[in-house]
């Protein structure tokens, strides 16, 4: 009994095992959390069955917003279009959505919808340590203030255009070492939705 215990065990640890790699394959391979796409891309699994890869979004890309995602986000999801903040903005053209040939990026209205929201950085934005109010003026869509010296976002206004995220300096003129993050990022809707608010205090929450 003892015997058939002790193998029965080593079985299922055996199981457990396999299980969990195939578990973490399964991540690597399709990707894992939400990424920010360009106008149109919102619905993930739409997007995932039409693009082709094709890079003719990135191409129109008058701004240079649109990039491609890494074999990091996941390998289904390499190659797929995703928006890079620090290297433009979205001001809604349409282009990608014109020269996109099979419907992977759909129609989008940007006064309803959303292709993420801005978030505060505390721990990166100047305008807590210097008075930086670069990105005051950038929000064409009302949803950026200055309160008491510091951005302050409407995350219902916001529809995640990046303009201020682009036009902020930290981490551009070198005053911060290392990092990625900026004093202000946009985030994809859900993870907006699950922070709960559009100011963090440590930056621990959207590592991006």
Known sequence: MTAMTRR???????????????????????G????????????????AAACLKCDRCRSACPTGAVAVASVGDGFLRARTP???????YCDFCGKCIEVCPTGALRSFDETAEKLG??????????????GCTVCEDSCAFDA??????????????????????FECTALVYGTFAGGTRRGIVVVPPEAA????????????????
């Open 117 to 130: 929201v801005a978030v505060v950085q505390k721990d990166r934005c100047l305008s807590y340590f210097q």
């Open 144 to 165: 950026l203030a200055f309160v008491d010296g510091h951005p302050v976002v409407d995350g219902d206004a916001c529809n995640g255009c990046g303009q201020c995220e």
């Open 82 to 88: 995703v928006l890079d903040f620090h290297k433009g």
């Open 32 to 47: 894992e959390g939400e990424l920010l796409r360009p106008p149109g891309g919102q619905d993930e699994r739409a997007l």
């Open 193 to 208: 939705g699950q922070l709960g608010r559009t100011v963090v205090e440590d930056g621990s929450e959207t590592g991006v």
């Open 8 to 30: 029965s065990f080593v079985g299922l640890a055996a199981v457990c095992a396999v299980g969990a790699g195939v578990g973490g394959a399964g991540v690597a391979f399709a």
